[in-house]
């Protein structure tokens, strides 16, 4: 027999340290074990009707079955810059400035594939959305996680980075509101992200998937939105949890023209656009009424309040999330964050994710998604209260 040897560049991937858990988790689901599971994140609300219509519509026409124009579809790129024009006071060409992604995943990959050389160095956020290591282990790149700590308010301290670093760093990736740590971008920290990518000549790789999901009428303001930030980076956006459309997969990337130019060069020698059908269907989601994101972050925020009281009522002090639909709660003194959450697992059938996955500044905390209704997430914290683990206190924070 022939041995198939697999190139170096798919077996160096990291291994995806959440499948183990999905796997466990789906196996005892098939056995029909009772498990409420909080550990992933995939939006549960359906896709608003008005977008569903358009893409019925869209999918008679058979224009929409041949090939669309590999860049996208000018209306698309149009309704795009148009939809951030609006909400951030941001213009951008739609020729030059804009990029459509299969999902903001691909995008993110992309960037590390356009811009790293193999041994380049690369800042990840520590605890980060894991897909960030993909492209950059892909390409022979190196990591190195930037520590976001709660004294910190989850933001990195770019002056405690040692200098050689800062100086090697050629990308870096940020995300607010983070996953998994539900904090939001300040413009301060935005203007300083400017200049110290300026005084180091580090690209600026902002994730924003869950820029409209911010809860308490506060605002996240967009990366591109500070002065100098076209210059030096790009902005990654999702229609996934903006409009409850994780799986019909459209992204786009804004911002820097030379960097879109190369994801835009990579992704003609990849694909041959979205399928047009669904490209109608995300104009109409950008250009339609805008209040189906209202509603979705009141349903969020709803079943976040009730989580978050049913938490503090069984003696579990946690602080509320301003963003994103995920929680991120910081764990009792004694446990790793592996054990905490197979103790849930086991005794309470209930899945979150341990926090360690997300990096090594991950430990200590376990992220539970707001993605199943408040009488579910009400019995998710009586059972884990039921493990006896938590003071019967009631907390006041
Ligand atoms: C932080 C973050 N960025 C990006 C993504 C990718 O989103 P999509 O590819 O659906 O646009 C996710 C998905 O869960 C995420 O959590």
Known sequence: MQEIRIAKRITRLPKHFFSDLVGRVDRLLAEGKDLIDLGRGNPDIPT????VEELCQAVQDPRTHRYGPFPGLPELREAIAHWYAQRYGVKLDPGREVAVLFGSKVGLYEVSYCLLESGDLCLVPDPGYPDYWSGIAMVGAKQVGMPLLAENNFFPRYEDLPRDVARAAKLMFLNYPGNPTTTLATREFFEETVRFARDNEIIVAHDAAYQALIFDGRQNPSFLEVEGAKEVGVEFCSLSKTFSMAGWRVGFVLGNAEIIRAITILQNHLFAGLFPAVQRAAVAALTGPQDCIAEMVRVYQSRRDTFIEGLREIGWNVPKPGGSFFCWLPIPAGYS??????????????????????????EGYVRAGLLTDEDTLREAARRIGELGIFGQ?????
């Open 48 to 51: 608003p009707p008005h977008i």
């Open 337 to 362: 964050s592996l054990e905490l959450a197979n103790l849930f697992l086991e005794k309470a059938g209930v899945v979150v994710a341990p926090g360690v996955g997300f990096g090594p500044h991950g």
């Open 393 to 397: 206190e009631r907390s006041t924070a």
